[in-house]
């Protein structure tokens, strides 16, 4: 089958016209070498030339079927499903299968890989490492081998690739940045000149391609008799456990990839330099943070001394009772500068370390199902009355049994056992409102420098997932609405630059301002609302009379039967802990997280020395 | 169908600048495009409907439904590849260019194209069934307030921009067909960001305001109720200023297509983005097409640093700042005035 491969051969950059970019073209190569090779990633910036480069290595590999996966695939094309005119014809199911079999032999190529949806990304990475794919959908089963090398290029800055996906991937390398002037003129002399001319620039090219793609050739004969010293094997692994890899996807990758370099340069065995070539290829995207080896030797060390960041880690227990702070609506008022920011942990998903104290299921990023709203991406046997048919799918379902049901004059007969509907997942539906406590005493020991970086952290993960944020911050008398909810997030930390703290800490108000801009009729009524609040818990400003913190434990409860998820991030910090912060998000029915343990990295270590210490 | 008079272009007063990107576009289709910021009611979408009429006539494959550029065989449809793989020949025709909007609230299956239901239900088999992207092919596609554009139909923009292919692999329907265009967006930068590489995307970026100008407003009023109440009147008025701009756009298409890149402007393009430190080729890219299509615009046989001067405000602002919540490195007077010093020589 031909459709949807398109046949590129003229208009196919040549693979040695990409200027510079060595270590991608050599990854691409050892790819198209060696069948034990399978995901290359490629990363870098919008306009490096990433996809140019992976396309162009049809130029050198005429034989390579190159397989574009589009970001809207959907499951019955990618793995297949019944065949439904045979179906209609003939009354019988049989299984036809999609693209994963098209590729079979070929390349699979995901650009933008980190936009997929995890499903899809998954199985095409189950698939690769399996060699099979075996169906079991719309009633038929299907399996057949299937043997393909994937590549996938992404741009870092439009969010994430997980690391037990990244860790599928053999061979992780990163676009080279181009900034020496005279290689910048020749990429745009060439790019140009492929573009006017595209035969004129494969002609200046013939020359090296041809050389390439004998070399190719060559290389793959002489891959299988490639030699691995038994001393190198021994590097290879003193070298991955240097490095912290987990697993042994790592090592198998190095020697695989050394293998493959050493077929390209003509040798028979593995040198040194191989395995120093292959490191760079194959660990890079698997080594742990270099700050995490740090700590490695002693639970008990000391935490790192940022003078910005207050600790409180188990580590810092000791630390002497803060001292009162003064609390009166003290004119003091001063703004802040913005903390480090650091990569959030997935702090909207119900963890499994914490009781899962939300009752709303999360259904931030693509987890979640509702009722209307939302892109359809599957389907299923409704349960109850079908509200929202999936069409296709209900076709494809009758589709067997047309030959025996009474058509009449209908052109097909649907039975209620037919229908299916659609499951849709929505996946830019959420709206975070973060709720801030600017008081005084979020002023105290710089600790509104690290809220701050905290809060911006947050907006960067809000970016990625693509939500709207709104920031709100009470303070003094009041709560000031500094930032409605927008998609902006850029407005977001303009203002969060700009907010001054000091003052005293009128919690129940804030509460109930932040909870009616959420409910009122200017939010989507199917977006997820999730409001954020930031604060030590330490109210001091009553509704009216009375006792404050009371106030806003009783707003917490009102609040909480409302469609809006909490998450409550204490500030508190020193010794005892006060624990109004976490008796507020009880009462809210939210999600209680202490400030640092937000930040993924140190989770990570203060886990670890839970465990190890 | 009834035709909806369109303003004409030449109407259109002031807002120089963003008659400029448009026109360059027209120019050189290669530019790849303009993104349009401003607030509402600044003639944004009076602009971009008027190129309709000045938009020159393009070949294309005859009765196919894609309107597939009859001289490029590395961009065909599904169904045009059959037929020339049957060694049937392609015959061609002549149509117009034109803008196809992308509605806000449009969906996936629309835009991409989906299965053909009614006739997958009449007959039993698969056909696919276009959408806007295959409107597109060849157009202008203009999308109004492009930044509240949903996340994954930006996706799929971005998917079929990369490529000038649209890939369909969905509900049992497997199709690619070109979907090669010049993307066109308005938006009101206070309503929300664009994704960067959405942002990239646009070769050039123009910011309008209001006219100031006391006189120039009133003629803006004037001049719409005027062609509100009497549109043909207005257009007939309008009629001789719009051939010559025609005409003159059919003679800067044919400069620019004799016209050659030299390696003034390709060094002033890198001196440029490497002071910048943007890492991609794309700005480098856009300044020297621009160039050239400015050049050409106005009646020069061959581009200078000039040219790359005059465009490095419409191609640059939205490439100064590498990543989200990272300060501006440079702002765009500091920019003018680097070039000031740099070039002046």
Redesign the interface.
Known sequence: ????T???L??VYPFPAVVGQDRVKRALLCASISDELKGVLIT??????K?TVVRSLRSVVPSLRIK???????E???IG?ID??HA??CGEKIFQP??LKEVDGGLLYM??IN?FEDRITQRVLDVMEGGENRVEREGVSGIHECSFALVGTM?P??GALSSHLLDRFDICVEMD???D?DS??E???R??TH?ADPQGLAASHGNQMAELIEDIKEARERLPTVMVPDSLYETVSRLTMELGVQGHRGDLAMVRTSKALAALDRRDHVCLDDLHEAAKLCLQHRRRDPDDEKEEPGPSDPPRDDSDVPEQTEGSEWEPPSAPREEGGGGSEEVFSIGD?FVVIDYLKPSERRMDLGRRRGKRGSTGESAHPG?CTSFRIPRGDVTDIA??PT??AA?PY?IQRRRQDM??VLESSDFREKVRVS??GTTLLFLVDASGSMGARKRMVAVKGTI?SL??DA?QK?D?VGLMAFRKDGAELMLPP??????A?GRLREMPTGGRTPLALGLSKAASLLSSDKMSKDDDLVMVIVSDGKANVPLEDGDAFADAMLMAERLSSLPIRFVVVDTGSGYPRIDRAQRLSKALGGTYFRLEDLNSERLARSIKMAVHG | MSRRPVYPFTAIVGQEDMKDVLLLNVVNP?IGGVLIRGEKGTAKSTAVRALTELLPAREVVKGCPFHCSWND????C?SC??SL?KGETLETETIPMRVVELPLCAT?DRV?GT?D?SH???T???KFEPGILAEANGNILYVDEV??L???IV??L??AA??G????????????HPANFILIGTMN?????L???LL?RFGLVVDVHGERDPVNRVDVVKRRIDFESRPDAFLEMYEEDQNRFREKLVEARDRMGDSE?N?EI??A???I??HLGV???????TL??AAMAWAALNGKEKAGTEDVLKVARMALPHRMR????EESKLDIRELDQWLQERFSS
Do not use: C, W
């Open positions: 089958m031909v459709t949807g398109i046949q590129l003229r208009g870098g910036p919008a306009g490096t030339a996809s574009n996966l589009p970001l809207n695939v959907s019955d094309r990618l499903g439904v005119d209609i014809k999609g693209i650009d933008e936009l741009d800055a439009e940045h181009i900034l002037r910048r003129m990429v745009l002399r790019r140009l573009e920011p892109r069409l296709v076709l494809r589709a047309q052109a097909i996946k830019n911006l907006l960067k970016y693509r709207a927008t998609k902006s997030v850029d407005l930390y | 290669a065989n590395d961009r065909l599904s590849q059959d793989a996936e991409a299965l239901i997958a239900i009449n039993g088999a698969k930044n509240l949903d996340d994954h996706d799929l971005l998917d990369a490529m292919m649209n890939f369909v692999e969905r509900e049992g329907v497997s199709f690619s930068p206070e309503e929300g960001d994704r960067p590489q990239d890149v390696s390709l060094e393009a890198v001196e983005s490497l890492d991609g080729h794309r700005a480098d890219l020297v097409k590498r990543q989200p919540f």
